[in-house]
């Protein structure tokens, strides 16, 4: 199944409706989730994924799920493998996968 669009980066949605919604600086943010700045800035950059870790973290400062941020990122990798290019694979055998 492809998706249509490529799902946003928990990491942009982090920035866009917690950072720049609220004016908080990247700084500020990392020392409310107890994380370095660098970290923060990798994650909303999107060249981090959210982990398990930062999934709880991101849960207990906005007064969301951790589900909601695992979802997001599950979904973003969903995607990414779905439309990655591959070497040619052949299927196995029906009657091995039975």
């Given at each position: 199944?492809?998706?249509?669009?490529?799902p946003t980066?928990?990491?942009a949605?982090f920035?866009r409706?917690?950072l720049e919604?609220?004016?908080?600086?990247v700084?500020?943010?990392?020392?409310?989730?107890g994380?370095?700045?660098k970290?923060?800035?990798?994650?909303?950059?999107?060249k981090?994924?959210?982990?398990?870790a930062?999934?709880?973290?991101?849960a207990e400062a906005t007064g969301?799920?951790v589900?909601v941020?695992?979802?997001l990122?599950?979904?973003y990798?969903?995607?990414?493998?779905e439309?990655?290019e591959?070497?040619?694979?052949?299927?196995?055998?029906?009657?091995?996968c039975?």
């Amino acid at each position: 199944m492809r998706h249509i669009r490529k799902p946003t980066h928990p990491g942009a949605i982090f920035k866009r409706n917690i950072l720049e919604r609220k004016e908080l600086s990247v700084t500020d943010a990392a020392k409310h989730l107890g994380i370095t700045r660098k970290t923060l800035s990798e994650f909303i950059n999107e060249k981090a994924r959210c982990s398990q870790a930062m999934a709880r973290r991101l849960a207990e400062a906005t007064g969301s799920g951790v589900a909601v941020w695992i979802n997001l990122q599950a979904n973003y990798d969903a995607w990414q493998a779905e439309n990655m290019e591959l070497p040619e694979v052949t299927p196995f055998p029906i009657d091995v996968c039975a």
